[in-house]
């Protein structure tokens, strides 16, 4: 999938302008990278677009250890967004990502964050 296409199904999911879901999308993956092994970051980066790729390319310093409201801050930061936008970014970038990486990989690489984490790459619950 191309980066436009990624970034056009991020601000979809997300409800934020193209220009937000590429700031959001950058963000949130630089965020995974710190968070997740180098493997499994290089496992997922090998599915995206040659623009994005290069934002979970990682050293090989182990993760960082930290939980969903430190992770959302630094997508809030780096985006240059409030709270709650940072997290409907995080929300969709995290499905688009799935969908675009399959679900083995995506689920190995989910396996290391929190269960708090690992829910927002969950779809909401449709309304009736």
Do not use: N
């Not at 960082?64 to 780096?78: I, N, Q, S």
């Not at 940072?86 to 688009?96: F, I, K, M, N, S």
Request: charged fraction near 25%.
């Amino acid at each position: 999938m191309g980066e436009l296409k990624f970034v056009d199904k991020v601000a979809a999911r997300a409800g934020v302008p193209p220009e937000t879901a590429r700031s959001l999308t950058e963000a949130t993956l630089s965020t995974l990278t710190q968070r997740i092994s180098g493997g499994e970051a290089a496992a997922l980066s090998g599915h995206l677009a040659a623009e994005l790729s290069p934002l979970l390319i990682k050293g090989a310093e182990d993760p960082e250890a930290f939980g969903y409201d430190e992770f959302v801050r630094r997508v809030a930061d780096g985006a240059g967004v409030d709270r709650g936008v940072a997290e409907r970014g995080v929300r969709a970038v995290l499905q688009t990502l799935h969908r675009v990486v399959g679900h083995r990989e995506f689920e190995d690489a989910m396996a290391q964050l929190p269960a708090d984490l690992r829910a927002l790459a969950e779809p909401l619950p449709r309304a009736p």
